[in-house]
């Protein structure tokens, strides 16, 4: 069962980022469901293993681990979103941490639009924007939809 705060949005657990005006915090932190566009790919350590609920929640939504893989692998794919800068290989599994990324997002993403002459805030309204397209089609693939209802509603 996942927890209800999971299912809305709490102010006090989002962010102002370009692009996402309300994007949330990691869901070990008390974010909502759209933060799993956040979340990292399963099958690997983390370092934060033990306060990670992503498969506990993926399972109370109806979505399985090769779902979310396949969904955020593809959409990597269609945004040319693959990296060996980032962890995992893909900004589809980057989190939302500004500018406290270990793993080399913000290298990858000014790689991968920098010949777009846009400026630095563009280029990460970009990347943002895009990640709450993921957050839908991850909440759009579920199979328990009256849990995600509220926030696809939100996003869209």
């Known amino acids: 069962?996942?927890?209800?705060?999971?299912?809305?949005?709490?102010?006090?657990?989002?962010?102002?980022?370009?692009?996402w005006s309300d994007a949330p915090v990691p869901l070990c932190h008390g974010g909502d469901l759209r933060s799993l566009a956040f979340c990292?790919?399963?099958?690997?350590?983390?370092?934060?293993?033990?306060?990670?609920?992503?498969d506990t929640v993926l399972n109370a939504i109806g979505l399985t681990q090769e779902?979310?893989?396949?969904?955020?692998?593809?959409?990597?794919?269609?945004?040319?979103?693959?990296?060996?800068?980032?962890?995992?290989g893909s900004m589809s599994y980057c989190c939302?941490?500004?500018?406290?990324?270990?793993g080399g997002r913000d290298s990858a993403i000014m790689r991968r639009y920098n010949n777009e002459n846009i400026s630095q805030e563009e280029i990460f309204e970009k990347y943002f924007t895009l990640k709450k397209q993921l957050a839908i089609e991850l909440l759009n693939a579920t199979k328990n939809k009256k849990d995600v209802e509220e926030l696809i509603k939100n996003l869209e």
């Open 1 to 19: 069962m996942i927890l209800m705060e999971n299912t809305h949005i709490n102010p006090a657990n989002t962010r102002d980022v370009p692009g």
């Open 40 to 54: 990292c790919k399963p099958g690997y350590d983390l370092t934060f293993g033990s306060v990670c609920i992503r």
């Open 67 to 88: 779902e979310f893989i396949k969904i955020k692998d593809a959409f990597s794919k269609k945004h040319d979103w693959d990296s060996d800068l980032v962890c995992f």
């Open 96 to 102: 939302l941490r500004k500018n406290g990324c270990p």
